[in-house]
């Protein structure tokens, strides 16, 4: 299991470019890095998914560097309607010991 | 449109009696699966399925049971209700023909155990 770190909480103000950073220093060959938002009350939901360099899709882009050990999350220009939870996800080995930890709680700040 | 969808959205039971959560989803996914949320413990997975008549146990699966009879339906039993079950339960599918495996969730339902 590539098991995942990222920071508990991060506050940021509107406007700003938020980057949140996962460390999954033993990520395995196959292994994508996905990553999803999960609003209070809602379920989990997915936002962007990569396997290396960078990807970047209308929500947020994603950068991977060359040992994959790490990838960064970008939201430009967060809104209030960004403050969510944020998971870093790796699977590894099939679905038995998915784990999408705590999460990274963002607080956008007017 | 394609959805998830997941019954009933909040429940209250007694310790002891036998609780059905419903799941079911229209994206014709052979993927399923049931997490539970509580504070402090993210999602933890309990079971999951790859299709008809297969089940497997998850992270926290002790008290738990699922059956898959149908490609749209995964219902989480739960055999006789303990207070430390009182928590969000989300559910889940996958299209095993993509080999990213994104998940789609349901709202998630809030079961408390008195």
């Known amino acids: 299991l590539a098991k995942t770190t990222q920071p508990i909480s991060m506050d940021s103000y509107e406007g700003q470019e938020v980057n949140i950073t996962c460390s999954h220093n033993?990520?395995?060959?196959?292994?994508?890095i996905t990553w999803y938002q999960q609003f209070p009350s809602q379920g989990p939901r997915f936002i962007i998914q990569?396997?290396?360099t960078k990807v970047t899709n209308e929500v947020a882009s994603l950068f991977i560097p060359a040992d994959r050990k790490s990838s960064t999350l970008s939201l430009p220009r967060v809104s209030l309607s960004d403050t969510a939870v944020y998971y870093c996800?790796?699977?590894?080995?099939?679905?038995?010991?998915?784990?999408f930890g705590i999460g990274t709680k963002l607080q956008v700040i007017p | 449109d394609a959805e998830i969808t997941q019954s009933p959205r909040h429940k209250i039971t007694e310790t002891g009696r036998q609780v059905t959560l419903a799941c079911h989803q229209t994206?014709?996914?052979?993927?399923m699966f049931w997490y539970r949320q509580d504070l402090g413990h993210g999602l933890r997975l309990i079971h999951y399925?790859?299709?008809?008549?297969?089940?497997n146990k998850g992270e926290v699966s002790d008290g738990y049971s699922v059956s898959r009879s149908n490609t749209e339906d995964l219902p989480l039993t739960l055999e006789s209700a303990a207070s430390s079950q009182t928590s969000v339960y989300f559910c889940?599918?996958?299209?095993?023909?993509?080999?990213?495996?994104?998940?789609?969730f349901g709202p998630g339902t809030r079961l408390t155990v008195l």
């Open positions: 994206w014709n996914h052979n993927n």
């Open positions: 889940a599918s996958s299209d095993s023909a993509v080999r990213t495996d994104t998940q789609y």
């Open positions: 399925s790859y299709g008809v008549h297969d089940t």
């Open positions: 990569g396997y290396k």
């Open positions: 033993n990520i395995a060959t196959n292994d994508y």
């Open positions: 996800l790796v699977l590894s080995g099939g679905y038995q010991k998915v784990t």
